[in-house]
Protein backbone atom coordinates (compact mmCIF):
# COMPACT_ATOMS: atom_id res chain seq x y z
CA UNK A 1 0.00 0.00 0.00
CA UNK A 2 2.95 2.70 1.10
CA UNK A 3 4.69 1.13 -2.37
CA UNK A 4 1.05 2.33 -4.44
CA UNK A 5 -0.23 5.18 -2.87
CA UNK A 6 2.86 7.29 -1.14
CA UNK A 7 4.42 9.33 -3.58
CA UNK A 8 8.34 9.21 -3.92
CA UNK A 9 10.61 11.86 -2.48
CA UNK A 10 11.26 12.50 -5.75
CA UNK A 11 7.73 13.63 -6.66
CA UNK A 12 6.77 14.81 -3.29
CA UNK A 13 9.20 17.33 -2.63
CA UNK A 14 8.33 19.35 -5.85
CA UNK A 15 5.24 20.74 -4.20
CA UNK A 16 6.40 20.36 -0.65
CA UNK A 17 9.18 22.52 -0.92
CA UNK A 18 7.61 25.61 0.14
CA UNK A 19 6.38 23.97 3.44
CA UNK A 20 9.53 22.67 4.13
CA UNK A 21 11.87 25.37 3.86
CA UNK A 22 11.75 28.88 5.11
CA UNK A 23 13.97 30.15 2.59
CA UNK A 24 13.53 32.31 -0.60
CA UNK A 25 12.36 29.35 -3.60
CA UNK A 26 14.98 30.04 -5.92
CA UNK A 27 17.79 29.56 -3.60
CA UNK A 28 20.54 27.03 -4.49
CA UNK A 29 19.08 24.98 -0.92
CA UNK A 30 15.23 25.18 -2.17
CA UNK A 31 16.23 24.08 -5.52
CA UNK A 32 18.03 21.44 -4.08
CA UNK A 33 15.31 20.04 -2.13
CA UNK A 34 12.78 20.50 -4.82
CA UNK A 35 14.81 18.53 -7.28
CA UNK A 36 15.95 16.37 -4.52
CA UNK A 37 19.43 16.33 -6.02
CA UNK A 38 22.15 14.47 -4.70
CA UNK A 39 24.44 16.56 -6.16
CA UNK A 40 22.98 19.80 -4.36
CA UNK A 41 23.89 20.99 -0.75
CA UNK A 42 23.00 18.92 1.92
CA UNK A 43 19.79 20.19 3.23
CA UNK A 44 18.85 17.60 6.63
CA UNK A 45 16.26 18.31 8.33
CA UNK A 46 16.56 16.13 12.13
CA UNK A 47 12.85 15.44 13.65
CA UNK A 48 13.96 13.60 16.31
CA UNK A 49 16.47 12.36 19.34
CA UNK A 50 16.77 8.97 19.84
CA UNK A 51 18.81 7.28 23.03
CA UNK A 52 22.08 5.58 22.51
CA UNK A 53 22.90 2.64 24.83
CA UNK A 54 25.57 5.21 26.01
CA UNK A 55 24.02 6.70 28.98
CA UNK A 56 23.03 10.77 28.23
CA UNK A 57 24.17 10.24 24.66
CA UNK A 58 21.66 10.61 21.38
CA UNK A 59 21.17 9.37 17.77
CA UNK A 60 20.15 12.75 15.64
CA UNK A 61 17.13 10.98 12.94
CA UNK A 62 16.07 12.87 10.04
CA UNK A 63 15.30 13.05 6.32
CA UNK A 64 17.72 14.00 4.01
CA UNK A 65 16.00 16.40 1.22
CA UNK A 66 19.06 17.43 -0.81
CA UNK A 67 22.61 16.24 -1.03
CA UNK A 68 24.55 13.36 0.36
CA UNK A 69 25.65 13.47 4.10
CA UNK A 70 28.60 10.76 4.99
CA UNK A 71 31.22 10.61 7.58
CA UNK A 72 33.35 12.85 8.70
CA UNK A 73 31.29 15.51 6.47
CA UNK A 74 31.52 19.48 8.02
CA UNK A 75 28.31 21.01 8.30
CA UNK A 76 26.51 24.01 9.37
CA UNK A 77 23.97 22.46 12.83
CA UNK A 78 20.97 25.48 12.36
CA UNK A 79 18.70 25.66 15.73
CA UNK A 80 15.55 27.88 16.41
CA UNK A 81 17.45 31.20 17.01
CA UNK A 82 20.33 30.41 14.05
CA UNK A 83 18.95 33.82 12.44
CA UNK A 84 20.48 35.53 16.36
CA UNK A 85 23.77 33.75 15.61
CA UNK A 86 22.46 31.53 18.37
CA UNK A 87 22.37 27.84 18.31
CA UNK A 88 24.44 27.78 14.84
CA UNK A 89 27.35 25.19 14.49
CA UNK A 90 30.16 23.97 12.50
CA UNK A 91 31.21 20.85 13.44
CA UNK A 92 31.78 17.29 11.65
CA UNK A 93 29.53 14.52 10.93
CA UNK A 94 31.54 11.54 12.96
CA UNK A 95 29.14 8.76 11.94
CA UNK A 96 26.26 8.02 9.58
CA UNK A 97 23.53 5.19 10.56
CA UNK A 98 20.90 3.24 9.29
CA UNK A 99 18.09 3.49 11.47
CA UNK A 100 15.57 0.11 11.41
CA UNK A 101 13.17 -0.12 14.46
CA UNK A 102 15.34 -1.10 17.31
CA UNK A 103 18.04 -2.49 14.98
CA UNK A 104 21.64 0.48 14.11
CA UNK A 105 23.86 -0.05 11.62
CA UNK A 106 26.74 1.77 10.07
CA UNK A 107 26.41 2.80 6.48
CA UNK A 108 29.00 5.04 4.69
CA UNK A 109 26.70 7.75 3.07
CA UNK A 110 23.21 8.53 2.63
CA UNK A 111 21.53 10.60 -0.33
CA UNK A 112 18.64 12.87 -0.45
CA UNK A 113 15.47 11.06 -0.21
CA UNK A 114 15.99 8.82 2.51
CA UNK A 115 15.59 8.80 7.04
CA UNK A 116 18.98 7.94 8.69
CA UNK A 117 20.33 8.71 12.17
CA UNK A 118 23.67 11.04 12.42
CA UNK A 119 26.44 10.27 15.86
CA UNK A 120 28.07 13.34 17.54
CA UNK A 121 26.14 16.01 16.91
CA UNK A 122 23.41 15.10 19.44
CA UNK A 123 24.86 18.06 21.96
CA UNK A 124 24.46 20.35 19.84
CA UNK A 125 20.91 19.65 18.35
CA UNK A 126 17.84 21.70 20.35
CA UNK A 127 15.51 18.93 19.31
CA UNK A 128 14.53 19.12 15.68
CA UNK A 129 17.35 21.26 13.53
CA UNK A 130 18.50 21.87 10.52
CA UNK A 131 22.13 20.55 9.16
CA UNK A 132 23.44 21.64 6.10
CA UNK A 133 26.22 22.89 3.36
CA UNK A 134 24.78 25.82 2.43
CA UNK A 135 26.57 29.00 3.55
CA UNK A 136 23.49 30.82 2.83
CA UNK A 137 21.02 28.70 4.39
CA UNK A 138 17.43 29.22 6.43
CA UNK A 139 15.88 26.95 8.00
CA UNK A 140 13.30 24.18 7.34
CA UNK A 141 10.18 24.33 8.94
CA UNK A 142 9.41 22.99 12.32
CA UNK A 143 6.93 20.23 12.81
CA UNK A 144 3.65 21.64 14.26
CA UNK A 145 1.70 19.27 16.13
CA UNK A 146 -2.26 19.01 16.13
CA UNK A 147 -1.84 18.58 19.77
CA UNK A 148 -0.54 20.85 22.25
CA UNK A 149 1.41 20.22 25.69
CA UNK A 150 -1.39 21.14 28.43
CA UNK A 151 -0.54 18.75 31.43
CA UNK A 152 1.92 20.47 33.75
CA UNK A 153 3.81 18.71 36.00
CA UNK A 154 6.27 20.65 38.50
CA UNK A 155 9.26 18.35 39.54
CA UNK A 156 11.98 19.26 42.22
CA UNK A 157 15.11 17.98 44.26
CA UNK A 158 14.54 16.90 47.53
CA UNK A 159 18.50 17.55 48.32
CA UNK A 160 19.99 20.68 46.79
CA UNK A 161 22.84 18.45 46.05
CA UNK A 162 21.41 16.92 43.19
CA UNK A 163 19.54 19.92 41.55
CA UNK A 164 22.21 19.20 38.65
CA UNK A 165 21.14 15.80 37.85
CA UNK A 166 17.34 16.85 37.80
CA UNK A 167 18.36 20.21 35.08
CA UNK A 168 20.40 17.45 33.13
CA UNK A 169 17.67 14.97 33.29
CA UNK A 170 14.99 17.39 32.28
CA UNK A 171 17.34 18.57 29.40
CA UNK A 172 17.86 14.81 27.92
CA UNK A 173 14.15 14.35 28.71
CA UNK A 174 12.99 17.38 26.00
CA UNK A 175 15.46 16.76 23.52
CA UNK A 176 13.66 12.41 23.42
CA UNK A 177 10.51 13.54 23.58
CA UNK A 178 9.48 16.19 20.83
CA UNK A 179 5.62 16.97 22.64
CA UNK A 180 7.72 17.16 26.40
CA UNK A 181 8.57 21.21 27.01
CA UNK A 182 10.61 21.99 29.73
CA UNK A 183 10.94 25.57 31.52
CA UNK A 184 12.43 26.96 34.71
CA UNK A 185 10.80 29.45 36.46
CA UNK A 186 11.54 33.02 38.36
CA UNK A 187 10.61 31.08 41.42
CA UNK A 188 13.59 27.96 40.42
CA UNK A 189 10.21 25.65 40.08
CA UNK A 190 11.62 23.31 36.68
CA UNK A 191 8.17 22.54 34.91
CA UNK A 192 6.91 20.01 32.67
CA UNK A 193 4.76 20.31 30.15
CA UNK A 194 3.46 17.38 28.00
CA UNK A 195 0.13 15.51 27.06
CA UNK A 196 -1.39 12.81 29.11
CA UNK A 197 1.91 10.86 29.21
CA UNK A 198 2.50 12.89 32.00
CA UNK A 199 -0.68 13.09 33.22
CA UNK A 200 -0.30 9.00 33.51
CA UNK A 201 3.03 9.14 35.38
CA UNK A 202 5.05 7.72 32.65
CA UNK A 203 7.53 10.17 33.38
CA UNK A 204 10.32 7.71 31.21
CA UNK A 205 13.98 6.67 33.35
CA UNK A 206 15.52 5.14 30.27
CA UNK A 207 14.90 7.38 26.83
CA UNK A 208 16.13 10.71 28.56
CA UNK A 209 17.76 9.86 31.41
CA UNK A 210 17.08 9.71 35.08
CA UNK A 211 14.87 12.37 35.11
CA UNK A 212 12.78 11.39 38.36
CA UNK A 213 14.64 9.20 40.92
CA UNK A 214 14.27 8.52 44.58
CA UNK A 215 15.91 11.97 45.19
CA UNK A 216 13.84 14.00 43.02
CA UNK A 217 9.61 14.22 43.30
CA UNK A 218 7.08 15.56 40.92
CA UNK A 219 3.49 17.57 41.79
CA UNK A 220 -0.14 16.05 40.79
CA UNK A 221 -0.69 16.88 37.31
CA UNK A 222 -2.32 20.01 36.23
CA UNK A 223 -4.03 20.23 32.81
CA UNK A 224 -4.62 23.66 31.60
CA UNK A 225 -8.03 24.42 30.08
CA UNK A 226 -8.01 26.43 27.63
CA UNK A 227 -11.84 28.14 25.15
CA UNK A 228 -10.36 29.70 21.68
CA UNK A 229 -13.16 31.11 19.69
CA UNK A 230 -11.88 31.71 15.91
CA UNK A 231 -13.23 32.30 12.06
Known sequence: MITIHLPSPVTVQ???CEVLYEGPPGD???????????KGPLMM??????????????????????????TGLMVCIMGPNSREK???YLKPIQRTILMMGCYVEPIEDVSCGNI????G???FLVKTDTITTFEHSHNTWVIKFSVSPVVRVIVEAKNPASLPK???????????DPMVQCTSEESREHIIMGVWGIALGDLPQGRGGPC???HQEKSDPVVSYQKTVSE
Open 14 to 16: KYH
Open 28 to 38: EAAMGIKSCDS
Open 45 to 70: YTSKMVPTSDKGRFYAFGQVFSGVVY
Open 86 to 88: EDL
Open 116 to 119: MGLV
Open 121 to 123: VDQ
Open 166 to 176: LVEGLKQLAKS
Open 212 to 214: LHP
